[in-house]
DNA sequence: CTCACAACTGGAGCGCGCTCCAGGTCAAGT
DNA sequence: ACTTGACCTGGAGCGCGCTCCAGTTGTGAG
């Protein structure tokens, strides 16, 4: 029986985000994940609150935040917690939000259209 | 005052659809837009039915169907209306919708995760 | 110690869906 | 007739978000 870690190897942080091992050195090298440990050799180390991190990532990358925005988050996160930080952050993830309320409002709206047409589909099938 | 046509220019098409010029030409160029007419000089001439169905294209394409899908839909399209023929594209739209509905519910799980995030900093900019 | 497998780096490449460009033609107001 | 602006074509280019590769080094079970 081997020793619980106190933190992940890459593929088992890829497993556990969900992003691939080439997404989490991607996402090292932009700047969207900072301060990951290194093992003796130089492997990477990831500590739960790593985890935690990508989870937003997730979240972020899921409701199509594009990468710009998710890497200015991340340097807002790295940069203190002033009222004129946490300022903007509320205001990107509200901006954000808005979008992705619209996103889900254009898809509802959209997917009546394509039950209509399926129902159409269905008339006509029917009549043969 | 100009007679009223039956036709609409390039720009007009552009306009009432929403797809750029360039857009409509590249859809026409891989087959996801065909018998488009012309007038004399070579012009691009859009009917009514040509906006309808881009009115549909539109609607597959806000809702993320990839391009490749677009083109077998339109291509059962111009293939008769056999009953194996709707079912198919009953059998594609009906996949579609799965998937737009899937994206909805994840869209819909990740916004609350991001009013968490937001009621959190809310919390700590009232704290200061 | 060995051997297989995991991870490392820097950089190139890719798939998608357009978008832009050059060099020319057409249309329409004056 | 002239001019201006819309449109034409074929093909190159682009922005995004990864993804893959080559060549090397680290890790751990047996």
Redesign the interface.
Known sequence: MTTTPQTLTPAEAAERSGFSLDTLRYYERIGLLTGIARAAGGHRRFTDDDLAWLG?LR?LR??GMPIADMRRYASLGRAG?S?EN??E??QL??R??AA??E??A???S??Q???E??AF??K??GQ?
């Open positions: 937003v979240c899921d409701t917690n009222p946490l300022a952050r509320i993830l509200e954000h939000d992705v309320a996103q889900i254009l898809l509802r959209q997917r259209h394509l039950h047409k399926i589909y269905r006509e099938l043969k």
